[in-house]
């Protein structure tokens, strides 16, 4: 199996300053999917980065981008964007734009007056003015489209306030992080599926106890097969959320001969494909099989 790697931990390489809150951790990248963190923030630098959701699927390390949001209102008289609290965003910062939905409403960023400019563009960046200096306070902002605009203070204006939840978004507070995966671990006796959900999945298997995940060669042996398994498909265990993605099947089979005379009774000390009588043989072969699917 290949894609077998989780998100195990995030490390602060830079905490940055000036943080007012908590930036949102993004994890993009390496080939995998949703993996879930939050960072928390003490005297405005950032103490520690905590995974929710390790995700599936990687072959890399992600990357993490940390971006603080803060929602605002457009002051349409005066052309500045509004916060409820002290932003800290310094002057000339490149900054971002998002408008969220909000019940029905549909988001939708301001629509700006300035000559030659029809509308703002989501994740395009700008430029802050911002400070004393442009006669503005600590909880209000301007921006313009290049460096050399905010620093002449050349700022955007509006018509509208725009609709739905209004986010800016900056990296101006330095905080950095990278990725660190590890290879996921299924558990011997659970229960696995194929595909994306277990609800729409048609396939499913259990986990060999007897060395069902060899995690150096990514080999995972399953048995109580329900269903057909097919290479370049991804398996998901319903208890460790490992995954990992079929690179190829192995159907490993198996005859053990009983002799007539014993004084032992044979004994299986693993299940692996449930020892089964084949009548149109000789009664004493027992064939054993089991699916080993490799990563």
């Known amino acids: 199996m290949f894609n ?23 994890v993009e990248g390496g080939g995998g999917f949703g993996a879930e963190a939050v960072a928390i923030v003490r005297n405005n630098r950032l103490n520690e980065i905590q995974i929710k959701n390790p995700g599936a699927g990687y072959s ?3 990357v993490v981008t940390l971006k603080s949001e803060f929602n605002y209102v457009v002051n349409l008289d005066l052309n500045y964007l ?8 310094t002057q000339g910062a490149a900054i971002s734009f998002r408008a969220d939905d909000v019940g029905s409403t549909e988001g939708e960023l301001p629509k700006p007056s300035s000559a030659g400019l029809t509308s703002l563009v989501e994740n395009q960046t700008y430029y802050a003015i911002a400070g004393d200096a442009n006669s503005l ?16 203070g050349n700022y955007i204006t509006f018509l509208t306030q725009g609709a739905g939840r209004q986010v800016l978004l900056t990296e101006v ?4 992080a990278e990725a660190i995966v590890e290879t996921s671990r299924f558990l011997e006796g659970e229960r696995v599926f194929m595909g994306d959900s277990e609800e729409l999945a048609t396939v499913f298997a259990t986990v060999s106890n007897n060395d069902g995940w060899q995690i ?15 290479a370049g498909q991804r398996v998901n265990g319903t208890v460790s959320r490992a995954s990992g993605v079929i690179d190829n099947i192995s159907l490993a089979k198996g005859v053990l001969n009983i002799g007539s005379l014993t004084e032992t009774p044979g004994k ?9 009588v ?5 009664p004493r072969l027992l064939l054993l099989s089991e699916l080993l699917l490799r990563y």
């Open 4 to 26: 077998t790697s989780i998100l195990s931990q995030i490390k602060i390489t830079n905490p940055g300053a000036g943080y007012t809150s908590a930036p949102s951790v993004i």
């Open 216 to 230: 150096g060669p990514k080999i995972l042996k399953l048995v109580d097969l329900d269903g057909e398994f097919v």
């Open 137 to 152: 306070e600590s909880d209000q902002i301007r921006f313009a489209l290049t460096p050399a605009d905010a620093e002449s």
């Open 60 to 62: 890399s390390e992600p």
């Open 173 to 176: 507070f330095g905080g950095a």
């Open 278 to 282: 084949d009548r149109s043989e000789d």
């Open 82 to 89: 509004q916060f409820n609290f002290p932003h800290g965003i």
């Open 268 to 276: 299986f000390i693993d299940d692996v494909g449930k020892p089964s």
